[in-house]
């Protein structure tokens, strides 16, 4: 079993739409947790971190709940540049990824 | 800004070959960390390491070998490639000793064993 699971997708939504992505962590000892987006082609890079209580950066929600260990990513207002993949990650000792789940925001 | 170089954007090799693929960072992170990436899988770790000379194995490290010799920079070595290694290397780093910090990417490596 994957230390991180998260739904591949893909999320096909329109412009303004809200989608919400899921993840899941198999290692009650992780630390700290933080979503990623990667561009095709491109390496990932830091979205925002997640917080225990919960934080918000502009149109972008992050939640965590330990007791069932799922972090979740919710996204308003979609933008055709959201477009992407978001990583789920895990950090304990090292990181671990989940394998992504890819968005595609339609106009 | 974090910056984590990777020597080459694309890289084609023959199987068999010793591949040399480095990394080097200029943020005097602790941790550097080696992953490959293939469709469908996500991103899975070869090897990390703590500190310098130190190389912990990853999830998946068996046909390669990383070296540490300096602090800012982390080589990973393909021992005698094959056609199954053919992908996207990502290098990472990570400063351990600011609380929970993320890890800052290069730009990967396409790796294309022939």
């Known amino acids: 079993r994957k230390e991180v699971e998260q739904d591949p997708g893909p999320f096909n939504v329109p412009e303004g739409a809200t989608v919400a992505f899921n993840c899941t962590y198999s290692?009650?000892?992780?630390?700290?947790f933080f979503w990623y987006r990667q561009d095709c082609r491109k390496e990932p890079k830091l979205l925002m971190s997640?917080?225990?209580s919960g934080n918000e950066d502009g149109r972008f929600t992050a939640q965590l709940n330990r007791a069932s260990q799922y972090i979740s990513l919710l996204i308003r207002d979609s933008k055709l540049s959201d477009s992407a993949t978001y990583l789920c990650?895990?950090?304990?000792?090292?990181?671990?990824f989940g394998a992504g789940t890819r968005l595609t925001v339609k106009p | 800004d974090v910056k984590v170089t990777q020597s080459s954007r694309y890289l084609v090799k023959r199987t068999g070959e010793k591949v040399f693929l480095e990394c080097v960072q200029d943020?005097?992170?602790?941790?550097m960390f080696w992953y490959r990436q293939d469709p469908g899988l996500g991103l899975r770790l070869i090897y990390f390491s703590y500190d310098v000379k130190m190389k912990e194995k990853g999830d998946i490290p068996e046909g390669y070998s990383v070296s540490r010799e300096k602090k800012e920079r982390f080589s990973l070595i393909l021992e005698s490639a094959s056609t199954n290694q053919t992908s996207m290397y990502l290098c990472?780093?990570?400063?351990?000793?600011?609380?929970?910090?993320?890890?800052?990417f290069g730009d990967g490596t396409r790796l294309s064993i022939l």
């Open positions: 997640v917080y225990s």
């Open positions: 990650v895990a950090l304990n000792n090292d990181m671990r």
């Open positions: 290692n009650s000892a992780s630390q700290s």
């Open positions: 990472a780093s990570r400063d351990r000793g600011r609380g929970n910090q993320p890890q800052h």
């Open positions: 943020m005097d992170h602790e941790n």
